[in-house]
């Protein structure tokens, strides 16, 4: 089966730049997490989608992020004005529907997009 | 809520040592946890996971750990170390609270001397 695929897997802005950024799950994920890590730091949880429907946000920093699954399928992470603070590694996860055994089911990973505002 | 801290964020051992990376967690229920490892330029991968029954749980390329819930610990560990090894590890919890949102821990980037 196709991975988690994320693009771009780099990109440069300068601040106040809009950049967004795209994740395309496994196919029959339900489950879609946005990440984001800081150079050096811990992996930090953004949000949660099951399908189209989101299911925490509690982790978005602010109103400059927006993210959005239409469809339930693909995902995409918009960044509105971009702010130097945003860089870093951007991770999709997807992992499958938890009411069909799917509790404990571990993530699987896109490669990041690298997200540099100068 | 539930909380990862990974002791070290650098370890180094020789090819052939034993390899032990800790993890210690917090969570208000029964968890799940994990075991992910990135090489460079790529995504995280699973290595191993703890759902529920036995404690000591295999992974791949040779990896265990073992859930000690009286130390609330996942220490991940390898008999002997091999150069491929080299890369950055993440201990991660996850709770069944309604959704499965999965916290990491800082990571521990492993060094592997020849």
């Known amino acids: 089966e196709a991975g988690v695929t994320q693009f771009p897997s780099h990109s440069v802005i300068e601040k106040g730049q809009t950049v967004t950024l795209r994740c395309d799950p496994i196919?029959?994920?339900?489950?879609l997490y946005w990440y984001r890590r800081v150079m050096g730091k811990e992996i930090k949880f953004l949000l949660h989608?099951?399908?189209?429907?989101?299911?925490?946000e509690s982790g978005m920093p602010n109103n400059r992020f927006l993210a959005e699954r239409t469809g339930g399928t693909y995902s995409t992470l918009k960044v509105q004005p971009a702010e130097l603070e945003d860089s870093g590694v951007y991770f999709c996860?997807?992992?499958?529907?938890?009411?069909?055994?799917?509790?404990?089911?571990?993530?699987?990973f896109g490669n990041g997009t690298r997200l540099t505002v100068t | 809520a539930q909380s990862v801290t990974q002791l070290g964020s650098h370890v180094s051992v020789s090819e052939g040592a034993l390899v032990l990376l800790r993890c210690n967690y917090s969570?208000?229920?029964?968890?799940?946890l994990f075991w992910y490892v990135q090489y460079p330029n790529q995504g995280l991968q699973l290595l191993l996971k703890?759902?529920?029954?036995?404690?000591l749980v295999k992974g791949i390329n040779g990896f265990e750990a073992e859930f000690k819930k009286s130390e609330t610990s996942f220490h991940l560990t390898k008999p002997s170390a091999h150069m491929s090894d080299a890369a950055e590890y993440f201990c991660?919890?996850?709770?069944?609270?309604?959704?499965?949102?999965?916290?990491f821990g800082a990571g521990t980037r492993l060094f592997v001397k020849a």
């Open positions: 991660a919890v996850s709770e069944d609270t309604g959704g499965f949102k999965t916290i």
């Open positions: 989608f099951v399908k189209e429907s989101k299911q925490d």
């Open positions: 196919s029959g994920h339900d489950n």
């Open positions: 703890y759902t529920t029954g036995a404690t």
């Open positions: 996860a997807s992992s499958r529907r938890i009411n069909t055994g799917g509790k404990g089911s571990p993530l699987h």
């Open positions: 969570s208000s229920v029964p968890p799940y």
